[in-house]
């Protein structure tokens, strides 16, 4: 669906691109907007971004156990490894993945249990305006083509403000998973858009879809 047939409705959140980023960089300006949002100096908002190739360790106990990758793919891929304080086990971003932090206050409904579904339930409604249908998988994080994972999730929260959030599957290099244990799950592999699609749409496309769709589910 095209997304330019969507006319938002006005909504209590604000959407910022900030293009590609450094992972260290953006998590720094991760918390700046954190503590903006915990001492209301600042509404609800939604960052995307692109960031340059890096393994992220979350804080699961074990998850440093699933980087496969020796130092040397590292270095010659250009493949940064942080540790992180997001929840979850080790994750791959990199260009070609539509990365998105909402740093959104929960303080109201103090549910994670319910944010998560939101967030998910953001991601499937995004991919099947695009002509995909994905859902849920049974005890495990994510959003799923079958047994294909085309994004990823992983959350943390602080005085009941969120941050850190999602990452979709655009058109990234799909063999840099091979490096790890996406998530610590062995019975599964990663996809993206466009191996499902034939094809990757334009970036701008899908974050306006993903603007639309947050806003509908957040703020109904």
């Known amino acids: 669906m095209n997304s330019a047939a969507f006319t938002n409705s006005p909504a209590p ?9 450094d992972y260290a960089e953006a998590l720094q300006r991760q918390e700046k907007m954190l503590q903006e949002r915990i001492a209301n100096h600042r ?5 995307f ?9 979350g804080v699961r106990p074990g998850a440093a156990h699933h980087l496969m990758a020796p130092p040397e793919y590292l270095e010659q891929e250009g493949i940064q490894v942080v540790k992180t304080n ?4 080790i994750t791959y971003h990199g260009p070609g993945q539509v990365v998105g932090y909402p740093i959104i206050s929960l303080a109201d409904t103090k549910d994670l249990h319910e944010y998560l579904r939101k967030i998910e339930e953001v991601l499937i409604r995004t991919v099947g305006y ?6 849920r998988r049974e005890g495990k994080t994510g959003i799923w083509m ?3 994972k085309i994004a990823a999730i992983g959350i943390a929260v602080r005085k009941w403000v969120t941050f850190h959030g999602f990452a979709l599957n655009l058109n990234p290099r799909l063999d840099h998973f091979r490096g790890i244990v996406p998530c610590g799950i062995t019975d599964g592999e990663v996809s993206s858009i466009e191996r499902e699609l034939g094809f990757a749409p ?3 496309e899908v974050l ?4 639309h769709v947050f806003a509908e589910v957040f703020y109904p």
């Open 208 to 211: 306006d879809l993903l603007e």
């Open 130 to 135: 695009l002509g995909l249908a994905a859902a």
């Open 86 to 89: 997001r929840g979850g086990d």
């Open 13 to 21: 959140v604000s959407f910022f691109d900030w293009g590609p980023t």
């Open 49 to 57: 971004t692109e960031h340059d190739p890096v393994y992220t360790i």
């Open 43 to 47: 509404g609800d908002s939604v960052f």
């Open 202 to 204: 334009p970036r701008r």
């Open 146 to 148: 079958g047994e294909r």
